[in-house]
């Protein structure tokens, strides 16, 4: 089969030195794009949509550490563009971790195939599965196909030594079972497909993936609910809207748009529209 490629590790023999781990294990572009954004994109997202500055600072005391991840959530569930981007990187970049460590089997019989084909497929139909519950079946049917496209783009790259296993020594083939031409190198068809699929990871992972990414966060869109409360202060109470926050008892914690602070609103109904201020182009 065609996931036959040598995806696991060879020692290196006695008196060899052990080779540099693989830019997987390393950790490649794909992983260092994912750790910045998940840093960078929430605090940007709270700061342009809140006014930046002291504001952000409150959003993010009133919200408590252990909500700060609803930020990223909640950009994600209200882009299903941006949502399929990062499920197919993800689903990419996990793949080719397990990949340099030797987790994909190799050789022949039933079981091995299974295994294979049960890592390069089951991932791509979770994500798949999760786009189509939250923003219909096109776009979960899009997401899955392309997300098992470039894991099977790993396989591929494997079998024309465009990677190595971890273990693998620079002159030692990495791949077995691939399609070869006379000299033994792999066929022109599979160095193109595998070239294709490096260009296709990288630009989704260090352009577009950012650009949907700060381009969500500067919509002018909170990431989560927008309820119109009211709010009681030391003259009297009021009606306000405010992207909610968090929840205590039976009344709602969060960025009163109004008056520019935190306030604790009762008796909350919410609105239809996310949108609390013009996207960052318009401006």
């Given amino acids: 089969?065609?996931?036959?490629?040598?995806?696991?590790?060879?020692?290196?023999?006695?008196?060899?030195?052990?080779?540099?781990?693989?830019?997987?294990?390393?950790?490649g572009?794909?992983?260092?794009?994912?750790?910045?954004?998940?840093?960078?994109?929430?605090?940007?997202?709270?700061?342009?949509?809140?006014?930046?500055?002291?504001?952000?600072?409150?959003?993010?005391?009133?919200?408590?550490?252990?909500?700060w991840p609803d930020v990223l959530i909640g950009m994600v569930l209200t882009d299903p563009l941006l949502a399929s981007v990062l499920a197919v990187v993800v689903s990419r970049v996990v793949f080719a971790l397990f990949?340099?460590?030797?987790?994909?089997?190799?050789?022949?019989?039933?079981?091995?195939?299974?295994?294979?084909?049960?890592?390069?497929?089951?991932?791509?139909?979770?994500?798949?599965?999760?786009?189509?519950?939250?923003?219909g079946p096109?776009?979960?049917?899009?997401t899955g196909l392309a997300a098992y496209a470039l894991r099977k783009g790993v396989v591929v790259e494997y079998r024309t030594g465009r990677r190595r296993p971890h273990g693998h020594r620079a002159g030692r083939p990495a791949t077995a079972g691939a399609h070869r031409e006379g000299d033994g190198r792999p066929s022109s068809g599979l160095r193109r497909a595998a070239a294709l699929e490096q260009?296709?990871?990288?630009?989704?992972?260090?352009?577009?993936?950012?650009?949907?990414?700060f381009v969500s966060a500067l919509d002018g869109r909170a990431w989560t609910s927008i309820v119109r409360c009211q709010v009681t202060d030391g003259t009297?109470?009021?009606?306000?809207?405010l992207i909610e926050l968090g929840r205590k008892g039976n009344g709602v914690v969060g960025w009163n748009l109004d008056t520019e602070e935190i306030s604790n609103g009762l008796g909350c109904t919410g609105e239809e529209s996310l949108y609390v201020r013009e996207p960052w182009w318009r401006g």
């Avoid at 929430?42 to 504001?55: H, K, M, S």
């Avoid at 260009?199 to 990414?213: D, F, K, N, Q």
């Fill in 99 to 135: 990949a340099a460590g030797g987790a994909v089997p190799v050789g022949g019989g039933f079981r091995a195939a299974l295994q294979r084909a049960a890592l390069t497929v089951v991932n791509p139909i979770a994500v798949g599965v999760v786009d189509a519950c939250f923003f």
């Fill in 236 to 241: 009297g109470s009021e009606s306000n809207r």
């Fill in 29 to 67: 572009p794909g992983h260092t794009v994912l750790l910045a954004l998940v840093l960078a994109v929430p605090v940007t997202e709270v700061a342009y949509t809140v006014g930046g500055g002291g504001a952000a600072r409150d959003v993010f005391v009133g919200m408590e550490p252990a909500n």
């Fill in 199 to 213: 260009w296709v990871a990288l630009g989704l992972t260090t352009v577009a993936l950012p650009v949907l990414c």
């Fill in 138 to 142: 096109w776009w979960g049917l899009g």
């Fill in 1 to 27: 089969m065609a996931e036959k490629a040598g995806l696991s590790s060879v020692s290196p023999g006695p008196g060899q030195e052990e080779p540099p781990r693989s830019a997987d294990r390393k950790g």
